[in-house]
C-alpha cells in the first residue's frame, strides 16, 4: 500500500509540474500519452516505435499496404509493374503540396530514394538486390520508374510500401543522414506540422492546410512522454491526457474510469527463442520435446488474462498476414510425448537456462512459469535475468551460448521476406543462429516470385519447415490496448494499425 501511495504522489507532482499551455481538455487539442523519447526523428532511418509514430504524423509514404495484402494509395496515384518483373512505374497525385506549399514531384521522390539507398546512411536494406542498387529515373514531374537488376517480389514490395517522402528543396543541403536528428525543422506532407520539441516532456503538432487527406479534425495534437506507468493511469483518469496505449496489468484499474477502451492487432509474435549455436540443443528432437513441455495456454492466459487480449501463435507469420499458413505442427501441450522424444535421442536430467528482460513483471512471471511446466517434463531450466537490449545483444553473437533460451517478440509487417533477417542463414537479426539450407532457398524462391498464389506456396512450405526444425516456440500475436477519453471520438476512421497504433490522426474529432 505505501508504494501505491508513493508511486501516486510522484505520479501527481508530475502532472501540477505540466508545462503551462498543454491541457488535454481544450476543445482543439489531442493529448496522447507516449512512454519515451522518439529514439530517431530522421525520417529516413525512425525504426523505433514513437520515432516511427513522429514521422507518420509529418510525412507521407508513396503507398500502405494492409494486413491482407491490398494497397491503400498515400502520394502516390498508380504504381505498375512491368510484365518482365524487372521495372515498375509509380505516378504521383497531381496537386500534391509540402506543408510549406511547395508542388511534390517526381524530383522528391528520387531524392528521397536516392539518398536512402547510400549505404553510408544506414537506411539501405531495401533498395539493393545482392550487390547490385536498384535504378531511379525520373519519366515526368509526375511519374518515377524503378529499375531492378533482377527481378524480385519483395523488392519492389520495399520500395512501393513505408518509405516517408521528404522534399528535396529543404534537404538537399543536409550533408548526413546517419543521424537519428537532421538539422532543419521538418517539412513534410502529412496530415500535421511540426511545431515544437522539448525532450522528455512533449512534441507538439498542428494540422497541415496542405494536406491531401482534407481538414483535420482536430488542430492541435501534443505526445506527452511519461515513462511511469502508474503516471499514465493518473493522468487517463483525470483527464491530463486524453488517450494512451497501456498493458493489460493496467485494466482492472481502468476498467473502473469512464474510459473508452479499444484492442487491435499489430501483427507482432511473441516468442521463447531457441540458441542453435547451443551445445544442449544440437538436437531437433530435444528442441521439440522443449516445446512439448511448454503449455502454450497457460502462458497466454498468465500474460494476457483475457483471451480478447491475444491469438495463440504457430507460425513465424502471424495469422492476419496473407500467407499465413495454419497447417503447421502447433505443439500443443504435451508432456508424455516431450519425456518420450529425451528418451529417444539419450537425454536425461535436462539442464537448459533462460535469459530474459528481468526489469519486467510479466516477462518474469513468463520464465516462472515455464521453468515449473519443464520441470515435470524433468528438464532443469535456469533463469538469467538481464535488461532486454542485453540478452539480445549478446543473442546477435553469432558464436554465443550464454543462453539456450530466451524471450523476445517482434512486428515485421506484411511482406514475408522481410523475416529472413531472423530466418535466413545470412539474416541481420539472426539471433537464432540458424544455418539451414532448404530456408535459405525457400526465402531465396519467395523473394523472386511474382505471381502471389505461387508464393504462398512457397511461404507454406516454408512455414512448416521453420516449425519442424524447432527454431523458435511462438506463443502469442498479443493485441494491443489504448484508452480513451470519451470526448475523443473517430478512432475507427483513423484506423488502428501497427507500430504508429493510428494510421491518421486527422480522422479523430472531439465531442464536447
Do not use: C
Not at 536494406?125 to 535504378?135: L, P, R, V
Not at 537488376?149 to 546517419?178: G, M, Q, R, W
Not at 512439448?292 to 504457430?314: F, G, L, S, V
Request: charged share 25%; glycine share 6%.
Amino acid at each position: 500500500m505505501r508504494k501505491f501511495i508513493t508511486a501516486l504522489f510522484v505520479s501527481l507532482i508530475m502532472l501540477v509540474s505540466l508545462p503551462l499551455g498543454i491541457n488535454a481538455q481544450e476543445s482543439d487539442t489531442f493529448t496522447y500519452a507516449i512512454s519515451g523519447d522518439p529514439m530517431s526523428t530522421n525520417p529516413l532511418n525512425a525504426s523505433d516505435r514513437w520515432g516511427l509514430t513522429y514521422t507518420n504524423m509529418i510525412f507521407s509514404p508513396l503507398m500502405r499496404v494492409n494486413e491482407d495484402g491490398s494497397t491503400k494509395y498515400e502520394l502516390a496515384e498508380s504504381f505498375e509493374i512491368a510484365e518482365d518483373g524487372l521495372s515498375a512505374e509509380m505516378k504521383l497525385k497531381e496537386g500534391l503540396k509540402w506543408s510549406d506549399g511547395e508542388a511534390i514531384t517526381a524530383d522528391d521522390v528520387i531524392f528521397t530514394y536516392t539518398t536512402k539507398a547510400k549505404k553510408e546512411n544506414g537506411s539501405s536494406d531495401a533498395f539493393w538486390i545482392g550487390e547490385k542498387q536498384i535504378n531511379f529515373e525520373k519519366v515526368d514531374d509526375l511519374t518515377v520508374k524503378f529499375v531492378l537488376p533482377e527481378v524480385s517480389a519483395a523488392a519492389i514490395n520495399k520500395l512501393s510500401f513505408e518509405n516517408y517522402i521528404i522534399p528535396e528543396h529543404i534537404y538537399s543541403e543536409v550533408t548526413d543522414f546517419s543521424e537519428s536528428s537532421l538539422p532543419i525543422d521538418p517539412i513534410g506532407s502529412g496530415p500535421y506540422k511540426f511545431v515544437e520539441y522539448k525532450n522528455g516532456e512533449y512534441i507538439k503538432f498542428e494540422a497541415n492546410d496542405q494536406y491531401y487527406g482534407g481538414e483535420a479534425g482536430i488542430k492541435n495534437i501534443i505526445f506527452r512522454i511519461i515513462p511511469e506507468t502508474d503516471a499514465v493511469k493518473v493522468a487517463l483518469q483525470t483527464g491530463e491526457v486524453d488517450a494512451s496505449m497501456v498493458g493489460v496489468m493496467d485494466m482492472a484499474e481502468l476498467s473502473q474510469s469512464d474510459l473508452d477502451v479499444y484492442s487491435y492487432s499489430e501483427g507482432g509474435i511473441g516468442y521463447i527463442g531457441m540458441n542453435l549455436s547451443s551445445d544442449n540443443l544440437q538436437e531437433q528432437k530435444v528442441r521439440q520435446a522443449i516445446m512439448y513441455a511448454t503449455n502454450r495456454e497457460e502462458i497466454n492466459q498468465a500474460i494476457y488474462q483475457d483471451k480478447e487480449y491475444y491469438e495463440p501463435a504457430y507460425s513465424f507469420l502471424p495469422q492476419t498476414n496473407q500467407f499465413y499458413n495454419d497447417d503447421v505442427e502447433h505443439y500443443d501441450y504435451n508432456l508424455e510425448k516431450a519425456k518420450t522424444l529425451l528418451e529417444e535421442v539419450g537425454v536425461d536430467n535436462l539442464k537448459i537456462n533462460i535469459g530474459y528482460d528481468s526489469t519486467s513483471k510479466t516477462t518474469e512471471m513468463m520464465v516462472t512459469l515455464l521453468k515449473e511446466q519443464l520441470a515435470q517434463a524433468g528438464i532443469e531450466l535456469e533463469l538469467l535475468g538481464s535488461d532486454q537490449a542485453t540478452v539480445i545483444n549478446e543473442m546477435l553473437d553469432p558464436e554465443s551460448k550464454k543462453y539456450d533460451l530466451f524471450v523476445n517478440g517482434y512486428v515485421f509487417g506484411v511482406e514475408p521476406d522481410a523475416y529472413s533477417a531472423m530466418f535466413g542463414s545470412e539474416g541481420s537479426f539472426n539471433i537464432f543462429h540458424v544455418k539451414n539450407d532448404k530456408i535459405d532457398e525457400l526465402f531465396n524462391a519467395g523473394q523472386k516470385e511474382l505471381d502471389v498464389e505461387k508464393r504462398k506456396e512457397i511461404y507454406n512450405e516454408l512455414q512448416s519447415v521453420i516449425a519442424e526444425e524447432a527454431i523458435f516456440f511462438p506463443h502469442a500475436t498479443g493485441k494491443k490496448i489504448i484508452v480513451s477519453n470519451k470526448r475523443i471520438q473517430g478512432y475507427e476512421e483513423a484506423k488502428f494499425v501497427p507500430i504508429y497504433s493510428l494510421e491518421d490522426m486527422s480522422k479523430l474529432k472531439i465531442v464536447e
